[in-house]
């Protein structure tokens, strides 16, 4: 199972910390994703950390203001929101591949995880 969990509301400017953890299985071989939907869009790929050597990629609408990081031992995946704006607002998954194809969505996973609603307010 893979869940994703720290949304909530927030103004624009301020920042959340989402958080992505499996149970009943270890992610150490797998590539973490984020992505995110927002209401009336397409799916759009966010960011992705590898599971070889730990390569970081992003969109560029989050780049420089979102940060992914991995902690193999707790089994979990970070995502460090900062500067949100009210664009960012949707609904953040996490899911699971083989590998990243840079920061893009492949719409196909592994795993795919419960998301979690993030909303930034004006």
């Known amino acids: 199972q893979l869940q994703a969990s720290g949304g909530g509301l927030v103004q624009a400017g301020g920042s959340l910390r989402l958080s992505c953890a499996a149970s009943?299985?270890?992610?150490?071989?797998?590539?973490v994703h984020w992505v995110r939907q927002a209401p009336g869009k397409e799916r759009e790929g966010l960011s992705c950390?590898?599971?070889?050597?730990?390569?970081?990629y992003y969109a560029d609408s989050v780049k420089g203001r979102f940060t992914i990081s991995r902690d193999n031992a707790k089994n979990s995946v970070a995502l460090q929101m900062n500067s949100l704006r009210p664009e960012d607002t949707a609904v953040y998954y996490c899911?699971?591949?083989?590998?990243?194809?840079?920061?893009?969505?492949?719409?196909?996973?592994?795993?795919w995880g419960r998301g979690t609603l993030v909303t930034v307010s004006s």
């Open positions: 899911a699971l591949s083989s590998y990243c194809l840079g920061y893009e969505d492949l719409y196909e996973y592994d795993y």
């Open positions: 009943g299985f270890t992610f150490d071989d797998y590539a």
């Open positions: 950390i590898s599971s070889s050597d730990g390569s970081k």
